[in-house]
T-cell receptor, first 111, second 112 residues
Framework: DVKVTQSSRYLVKRTGEKVFLECVQD?????MFWYRQDPGLGLRLIYF???????EKGDIPEGYSVSREKKERFSLILESASTNQTSMYLC??????????FGNGTRLTVT | SQQGEEDPQALSIQEGENATMNCSYK?????LQWYRQNSGRGLVHLIL?????REKHSGRLRVTLDTSKKSSSLLITASRAADTASYFC????????????FGRGTSLIVHP
C-alpha cells in the first residue's frame, strides 16, 4: 500500500513565524502536490512537482514556497505565517498520469 | 480554479437507500476521478472514468459520464453507515499537465 506521511497532524504557529510542512511518500512517485482545504472552498492547489528540484505554481501559490530536494520528500514553506493561512493542508503523490494518493493532512492554526 | 462542482452539497439518507451525487464541469477532460474523504482524514481515490467511457462499476459504486452535458454521477447502492463521508470529483483537463482539479464536495450522511 502506498503511504504518504505528513509530519504533523496538528500545528499551532504564531503570525510571522516561518512554518515547514513536510511530506514523504514511499512509492517512488514522480508527482507530488500540496493542496489546502477550506470549508465551502474544497481543495485548492498550492504547488506541485513532477520531478526532483522541479516545481510549478498551482492556483494559490502566494505566501508559500516549496522544496523538493529528494524524490520522496516535498516540503511546503510558509515564509511568514498569517492568520488567513489557517487551514487543512493535504499532500498527495502519484505516478505520472495516475490518480492521487493523499496523506492524512496537517491542520495548521496561525494565531 | 474549481473545475468540477458537486451537487448536492449535502445528502442525508437511511441505511440501505441509494445515494446519488452529481458533478458538473466546464472544459474538455481527459478523465474524471471520484474520491472519498472521511472526517479529518485525507482523500482516497475511488474510481476513474476516462472521457471515452460512459459507465464504470466498482463494487457498490457506479459512475457515469456524459461528456455532451459535461457531467458525471456517482451512485452508491445499498448504502451503509460506514459510507458517511465527503465525496469529491476531480477533473483532469485534456492536453496540458495531468493535474486533478477538485470540486467542493458532497457531504453524505447515512443514518443507521
Amino acid at each position: 500500500d502506498v503511504k504518504v506521511t505528513q509530519s504533523s497532524r496538528y500545528l499551532v504557529k504564531r503570525t510571522g513565524e516561518k512554518v515547514f510542512l513536510e511530506c514523504v511518500q514511499d512509492m517512488d512517485h514522480e508527482n507530488m502536490f500540496w493542496y489546502r482545504q477550506d470549508p465551502g472552498l474544497g481543495l485548492r492547489l498550492i504547488y506541485f512537482s513532477y520531478d526532483v528540484k522541479m516545481k510549478e505554481k498551482g492556483d494559490i501559490p502566494e505566501g508559500y514556497s516549496v522544496s523538493r530536494e529528494k524524490k520522496e520528500r516535498f516540503s511546503l514553506i510558509l515564509e511568514s505565517a498569517s492568520t488567513n493561512q489557517t487551514s487543512m493542508y493535504l499532500c498527495a503523490s502519484s505516478p505520472r498520469y495516475s490518480p492521487l494518493h493523499f496523506g492524512n493532512g496537517t491542520r495548521l492554526t496561525v494565531t | 480554479s474549481q473545475q468540477g462542482e458537486e451537487d448536492p452539497q449535502a445528502l442525508s439518507i437511511q441505511e440501505g437507500e441509494n445515494a446519488t451525487m452529481n458533478c458538473s464541469y466546464k472544459t474538455s477532460i481527459n478523465n474524471l476521478q471520484w474520491y472519498r474523504q472521511n472526517s479529518g482524514r485525507g482523500l482516497v481515490h475511488l474510481i476513474l472514468i476516462r472521457s471515452n467511457e460512459r459507465e464504470k462499476h466498482s463494487g457498490r459504486l457506479r459512475v457515469t459520464l456524459d461528456t455532451s452535458k459535461k457531467s458525471s454521477s456517482l451512485l452508491i447502492t445499498a448504502s451503509r453507515a460506514a459510507d458517511t463521508a465527503s465525496y469529491f470529483c476531480a477533473t483532469v483537463a485534456s492536453g496540458g499537465s495531468y493535474i486533478p482539479t477538485f470540486g467542493r464536495g458532497t457531504s453524505l450522511i447515512v443514518h443507521p
